[in-house]
């Protein structure tokens, strides 16, 4: 989730953001469905650091939803790859070890991963009830059979 302006959601979740502060919604609205969320900033702007993502994943929690790891923060200003450094560390120190505490199915195929700005390439990821499968490059996609 990225963070414009004065700490601001970007535009491409304005909409959807704009429903989750529906003050109709129940607080069981997301139980018990876990979440994860990385956040992008850039330390710079001080308390506004990543404040669209740490707002989202409160309100997700207010309406039931389960983090199920700690949220990542990147930082726009580390140092040897901006957020894409931090990104990587999140996701294989915190992520992958919780979705293996929660999902141990789906990390049957576990490469390392790895962001590069110039190709980011991407991966449909097909569960069925007996494995996880990873067919590449396509649109990413989760389709469940």
Do not use: H
């Not at 993502?53 to 901006?82: E, F, H, I, M």
């Not at 450094?85 to 999140?90: F, G, K, P, R, S």
């Not at 294989?92 to 576990?110: D, G, K, M």
């Amino acid at each position: 989730v990225s963070t414009t302006g004065d700490g601001e959601q970007c535009d491409g979740i304005q909409q959807t953001w704009k429903q989750l502060l529906n003050k109709s919604l129940p607080s069981t609205q997301f139980a018990p469905i876990p979440f994860a969320i990385f956040c992008l900033g850039d330390r710079a702007y001080g308390p506004q650091f990543c404040a669209a993502g740490r707002k989202l994943a409160a309100r997700l929690k207010q309406l039931g939803a389960v983090p199920l790891c700690n949220v990542g923060y990147g930082d726009d200003g580390t140092p040897n790859g901006g957020v894409f450094a931090d990104l990587d560390i999140w996701v294989e120190q915190v992520l992958r070890p919780a979705i293996q505490q929660r999902f141990p199915q789906l990390l049957t195929y576990s490469p390392s991963i790895s962001w590069k700005e110039e190709s980011m390439e991407s991966y449909q990821v097909k569960v069925s009830n007996e494995k996880t499968s990873i067919v590449e490059p396509k649109n990413v996609s989760v389709a469940q059979e």
